[in-house]
């Protein structure tokens, strides 16, 4: 059966003025199709099917051939997309031509429209909606002020101003080669500012990706890779702690290994149960090549592990409300830097009844800066994703904060180095921004766990019993089901180099100050907006 790669980050495909949320499968008030509640089995109902192919004909028929070439020649000829010329025109036929299958989209100044993205692209991309600096947008839609994120796939559909769109990947085993994010301004759907190349192309194979061919490791080399010591060497210190030393690690008796909990008891997508071993998340600290690397490291269960509701936090914003270890005990460990905010990071103490630990990635972190061209303990920029900064919570997700930046952009793709988006910024942010985002929005998130800056990091995913041939990785594919809930619509993504060069260009034209911090929480426009 084809699992969605998608699928945790999107449960439910209703919304707000867009959707008759109280009918699954229900008719979208522009026209379009509401996506099956239960898209955690990636199937849709016989009717919704129905109606999905009856509208797509319908678009397509009436869609503007002339939009379609236009982005897909220029796309493909420069790896950027749409001149700003180009693209506007290209928008506007978008538009006219979902307006002849839908008349209140016509000479809408107030919104824009989607590319359609179909289910026969490598990989089936979809469109998740992201959100703007600091927007959490949770599953479920428990509270008023965060309703759940929408989806689309195959429908040209109309978004608001300032809303903003995410590709994601829907097949199992496939990731975006690169970030590409379309936002709706003034009326026109921009393609171009967080996007360089032609959505229908990003979904590949993760070891057909850019980045991975850019960073190819080979485990079974006795060459040294960094100070003398060969990446077969240095695994095997990792497997030695983390493999055949499990046990050990989850009898909790012993000071060893501290295994706090930054994202809860949750079952993380793309990670399985993540254990974090440093109590600040301090990505600028000295580092070793050696087992003491690995920051977090993700765990599946070897058994028949029955997770369930999140009695450790008691959250209630994801979708999953079923993807939490159960009777996990754990000590509190306040954040003493910042007495103003309640931020809580447990620490398990006592053994985990039923699970049976099978460890399956690693997580090396990173300080982050588009323009260090260096290689760290061996490891070369390619080989990192870009994780944003924000605060973790304890239901697994994150809040995340994505830098205005002087050019009235926010920071989407990684312009801002993990300096200026330190935990100090990222709290005074918070303070300000506290009354748009609710208290209610972060008590469901199971409150704050811990916070960090923008960083970057290396992945090493495990492929079933094969333990000695890790490969890096923005997800892993073995950690996608129906038990398991997504940190963010966007969390770790891979940079490759022509990309990371891009975003340096970007900021020795811009300046020193084009990350400057402010609390303005309406610059470049509201920091909190929910579509």
Same mark, same amino acid.
């Given at each position: 059966m084809r699992l969605s790669t998608v699928l945790i980050f999107a449960a439910y495909a209703s919304a707000e003025n867009l959707s008759d949320s109280s009918k699954p499968g229900g008719q979208l008030k522009n026209g379009g199709l509401r996506h099956s509640v239960d898209r955690k089995l990636g199937i849709f109902d016989s009717s919704a099917k129905a109606a999905k192919t009856k509208s797509t004909k319908a678009f397509k028929s009436a869609k503007s051939a002339k939009a379609t070439k236009l982005f897909t020649k220029t796309a493909k000829a420069d790896?950027?997309?749409?001149? &700003?010329?180009?693209?506007?025109?290209?928008?506007?036929?978008?538009?006219?031509?979902?307006?002849?299958?839908?008349?209140?989209?016509?000479?809408?100044?107030? +919104?824009?429209?989607?590319?359609?993205?179909?289910?026969?692209?490598?990989?089936?991309?979809?469109?998740?909606?992201?959100?703007?600096?600091?927007? %959490?947008? @949770?599953?479920?839609?428990?509270?008023?002020?965060?309703?759940?994120?929408? +989806? =689309?796939?195959?429908? !040209?559909?109309?978004?608001?101003?300032?809303?903003?769109?995410?590709?994601?990947?829907?097949?199992? *085993? =496939?990731?975006?080669?690169?970030?590409?994010?379309?936002?709706?301004?003034?009326?026109?759907?921009?393609?171009? +500012?967080?996007? !360089?190349?032609?959505?229908?192309?990003?979904?590949?194979?993760?070891?057909? +990706? /850019?980045?991975?061919?850019?960073?190819?490791?080979?485990?079974?080399?006795?060459?040294?890779?960094?100070?003398?010591?060969?990446?077969?060497?240095?695994?095997?210190?990792?497997?030695? @702690? %983390?493999? %055949?030393? !499990?046990?050990?690690?989850?009898?909790?008796?012993? &000071? /060893?290994?501290?295994?706090?909990?930054?994202?809860?008891?949750?079952?993380?997508?793309?990670? *399985?149960?993540?254990?974090?071993?440093?109590?600040?998340?301090?990505?600028?600290?000295?580092?070793? %090549?050696?087992?003491?690397?690995?920051?977090?490291?993700?765990?599946?269960?070897? *058994?028949?592990?029955?997770?369930?509701?999140?009695?450790?936090?008691?959250?209630?914003?994801?979708?999953?409300?079923?993807?939490?270890?159960?009777?996990?005990?754990?000590?509190? =460990?306040?954040?003493?830097?910042?007495?103003?905010?309640?931020?809580?990071?447990?620490?398990?103490?006592?053994?985990?009844?039923?699970?049976?630990?099978?460890?399956?990635?690693a997580v090396l972190l990173s300080e982050y800066d588009p323009c260090d061209e260096s290689k760290y303990l061996g490891f070369a920029p390619e080989c990192f994703t870009h994780h944003h900064g924000g605060f973790h919570t304890g239901s697994g997700e994150q809040l995340p904060y994505y830098a205005p930046m002087i050019n009235g952009n926010i920071d989407l793709n990684g312009h801002c180095t993990s300096a200026e988006t330190n935990p100090f910024i990222l709290v005074e942010a918070l303070k300000a921004n506290q009354a748009n985002i609710g208290e209610d929005v972060m008590k469901k998130a199971g409150g704050i766990t811990g916070v960090h800056p923008v960083v970057r990091s290396v992945h090493l995913c495990i492929d079933g019993d094969d333990i000695y041939h890790p490969y890096i990785c923005a997800i892993h594919s073995d950690h996608l089901g129906s038990d398991t809930l997504p940190i963010s619509a966007s969390p770790f993504m891979f940079q490759p180099t022509k990309n990371r060069k891009k975003l340096c260009a970007d900021r020795v034209a811009a300046g020193p100050n084009l990350c400057k911090a402010t609390t303005d929480t309406n610059y470049p426009f509201p920091w909190t907006q929910h579509f």
């Open positions: 790896g950027v997309g749409l001149n &700003n010329e180009d693209q506007n025109e290209a928008a506007s036929a978008a538009v006219s031509a979902a307006a002849a299958n839908n008349p209140k989209v016509a000479n809408n100044p107030n +919104t824009c429209v989607l590319p359609e993205l179909t289910d026969d692209m490598a990989g089936m991309p979809i469109w998740i909606q992201h959100g703007q600096v600091m927007t %959490f947008f @949770v599953q479920s839609g428990t509270a008023p002020q965060a309703p759940p994120r929408k +989806t =689309y796939t195959d429908e !040209r559909l109309t978004i608001a101003n300032n809303d903003m769109y995410v590709l994601q990947c829907q097949e199992n *085993g =496939y990731v975006p080669d690169e970030t590409c994010f379309y936002a709706c301004k003034d009326g026109v759907i921009d393609t171009t +500012t967080y996007c !360089r190349q032609d959505p229908a192309d990003l979904c590949k194979k993760t070891r057909e +990706t /850019t980045a991975f061919q850019q960073c190819l490791l080979d485990f079974d080399s006795d060459e040294p890779f960094h100070d003398g010591k060969s990446l077969k060497t240095w695994w095997g210190e990792v497997l030695d @702690v %983390f493999h %055949f030393g !499990r046990d050990e690690i989850f009898k909790f008796d012993n &000071n /060893t290994i501290d295994f706090f909990l930054g994202h809860g008891a949750a079952n993380i997508a793309g990670t *399985g149960w993540l254990s974090q071993h440093q109590e600040i998340i301090a990505p600028d600290d000295e580092q070793f %090549f050696d087992a003491s690397f690995v920051k977090f490291a993700g765990w599946a269960d070897e *058994g028949d592990y029955e997770y369930g509701p999140d009695t450790l936090r008691n959250s209630s914003s994801s979708a999953t409300q079923n993807g939490y270890l159960q009777d996990v005990v754990t000590e509190d =460990y306040p954040d003493v830097r910042f007495p103003e905010v309640d931020m809580v990071l447990p620490k398990v103490v006592a053994p985990v009844p039923g699970f049976k630990p099978k460890f399956s990635s």
